[in-house]
C-alpha cells in the first residue's frame, strides 16, 4: 500500500514528511496536479472507481493508495496555444474528473480539499473558536468606514486591520498583506468600501504562538518578535524571530481537538497571541498552512506525526 503525496515539486515541507515515511518504511508516490494533462494521466472506471493514476514513471493503482497527503500541489497546466476559453473549460473539467476521481477516494487524507476549503472562511473560523472554548478578539467585518471608525473608537481607538485571505499584492515583486495597527482617521471611506473588511480589537500581548496540531497531538512554539513590524504581524519579518518551545494550557489543548473535530480535521496551524496576563487568545488557523520553518527551528517531530497520521501508527 502508498502514501499518496499531491505537492507541488519544490515543496520542502512535504519533503519533510516523504522523509518521515521513508524512514517508516511505507512507499509513497509524489505527485503534483500541476503536471495533468503533460505527464500526470488517470483512467477509472465506475461508480467503484478503480484504475489508476500515472505520472509519466509510475502507474498507481488507485486501490493501492492507503491514505492521501494534500499539501498544496499546483493548479492544472494546458497548452499556451489553447484559447483562453477553451483552457477554462478543461481546467473545469479536469477538477470534476481527476479531482473528482481523488478526492472521492476512500481513504484517510491530511487534510480532505473539501474540508480545508470549510474551514479557510475566517468567519465561520471565529465562531467555531469561541464555540470550543477560545477566546477570541472582539471582530468587526463591513464595508461602512463609518462603521469601522465606531469600531475603533469603541476599541480604544486602535484596531487591526486583516485581510480575510492570504492576500498577495503583486507589484514590481510579490508582497504578502501583513496585519496593520490602524486607528479611526486611517481609515478610508472608498478603499473600505470596496469589499469587506476584518478589523479586530487589539490585544496587548507578551508573544505569538504557532501551535501545530496533528490529530490529538499539539506542537507549541512561542514567537517571540524581534522588531516594530514584526510585533504586529510575526510573517513580516522573520530574520528577527526567535523561537521556543512550549507545552499549551490543557484548556487549550482540549479546544484545538474540539476544533479539528467541528470541521473535520487532522491537521491544523493555529495561531495565538498571549496577553500580558499570560491568557491565549485564538487569532485564526491554516487548515494547509506552512509548518516546516517551525520544525527546521525547534526540531519539533511535526513531519514523524504526519507520518503516523497517513500509516495508522504503524509502518
Request: aromatic share 10%.
Amino acid at each position: 500500500m502508498t502514501v499518496l503525496v499531491l505537492t507541488a515539486p519544490d515543496d520542502d515541507t512535504a519533503t519533510r514528511v516523504c522523509q518521515a515515511l521513508d524512514d517508516r518504511g511505507c512507499a509513497h508516490a509524489r505527485m503534483d496536479l500541476g503536471d495533468f494533462p503533460k505527464t500526470l494521466s488517470c483512467t477509472a472506471t465506475g461508480p467503484d472507481w478503480t484504475g489508476w493514476l500515472s505520472d509519466g514513471h509510475r502507474e498507481l493503482r488507485l486501490s493501492e493508495i492507503r491514505s492521501v497527503y494534500y499539501r498544496r500541489p499546483s493548479g492544472f497546466r494546458f497548452p499556451a496555444h489553447l484559447p483562453a476559453q477553451e483552457r477554462r473549460f478543461a481546467a473545469a473539467e479536469a477538477r470534476q474528473g481527476l479531482g473528482g476521481l481523488l478526492f472521492c477516494l476512500r481513504v484517510p487524507f491530511v487534510n480532505h480539499p473539501s474540508r480545508i476549503a470549510d474551514a479557510e472562511l475566517k468567519p465561520a473560523q471565529l465562531q467555531a473558536a469561541a464555540d470550543v472554548g477560545f477566546r477570541v478578539p472582539r471582530t468587526l467585518i463591513t464595508n461602512d468606514a463609518e462603521e469601522a471608525r465606531a469600531f475603533a473608537h469603541e476599541t480604544d481607538g486602535r484596531i487591526l486591520y486583516k485581510p480575510l485571505t492570504a492576500a498577495f499584492l503583486r507589484t514590481d515583486e510579490v508582497k504578502l498583506v501583513y496585519a496593520t495597527l490602524v486607528r479611526a482617521d486611517d481609515l478610508d471611506d472608498d478603499a473600505i468600501a470596496l469589499s469587506p473588511c476584518q478589523f479586530q480589537a487589539f490585544v496587548p500581548k507578551r508573544h505569538d504562538v504557532r501551535l501545530t496540531a496533528v490529530g490529538r497531538e499539539c506542537f507549541a512554539t512561542i514567537i517571540h518578535a524581534g522588531s516594530e513590524e514584526s510585533y504586529w504581524d510575526w510573517r513580516a519579518d522573520y530574520p528577527s524571530l526567535r523561537y521556543e518551545p512550549v507545552a499549551p494550557p490543557d484548556a487549550v489543548a482540549a479546544s484545538v481537538t474540539a476544533y479539528l473535530h467541528r470541521f473535520g480535521l487532522v491537521f491544523g496551524c493555529f495561531d495565538f497571541t498571549v496577553d500580558t496576563a499570560g491568557d491565549w487568545w485564538f487569532l485564526e488557523c491554516g487548515a494547509n498552512a506552512q509548518w516546516g520553518w517551525i520544525e527546521y527551528e525547534t526540531g519539533l517531530p511535526i513531519a514523524e506525526a504526519i507520518a503516523r497520521q497517513l500509516t495508522g501508527g504503524t509502518t
